[in-house]
């Protein structure tokens, strides 16, 4: 795997962070609704599992939007590349010795002096 993939994969990752949030939520309010249903009460929320699906499924969607920009203007030369390895710098950090970007290819660390 090479560092352009690995920069891709931790760029795109974080694209599917909100679904992997969302499902459990959306199962509790479904099981939560569910349970007052079998209590014979009258269910105290709509169903909201599909609101919270497509909702997550935008959010997903612009961040996959910003990720790819992020990677075409890599691509066009816009943005700043690793003196090593050529791949996107992430944004600045405050370190020990002061602020610095990390690369997302070989995790190198690159100061900002
Ligand atoms: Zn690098």
Not at 15 to 22: D, E, Q, T
Not at 48 to 58: E, F, G, M, R
Not at 79 to 94: D, V
Request: net charge positive; with cysteine.
């Amino acid at each position: 795997m090479s560092n352009v993939d690995k920069m891709c994969l931790r760029l795109l990752a974080i694209c599917f962070l909100p679904i992997i949030a969302a499902a459990p939520i959306a199962m509790a309010v479904s099981a939560f609704n569910d349970a007052f249903v079998h209590m014979g009460a009258p269910p105290l929320l709509s169903d909201l599992s599909w609101p919270i699906t497509l909702v997550t499924a935008a959010v997903c969607a612009a961040l996959f939007a910003v990720q790819a920009t992020r990677i075409w203007r890599w691509k066009e030369g816009k943005s700043l590349s690793c003196s090593n390895c050529g791949c996107l710098l992430g944004s600045i950090r405050e370190g020990r010795w002061g602020p610095y970007r990390k690369c997302l290819g070989c995790r190198g660390n690159h100061s900002e002096r």
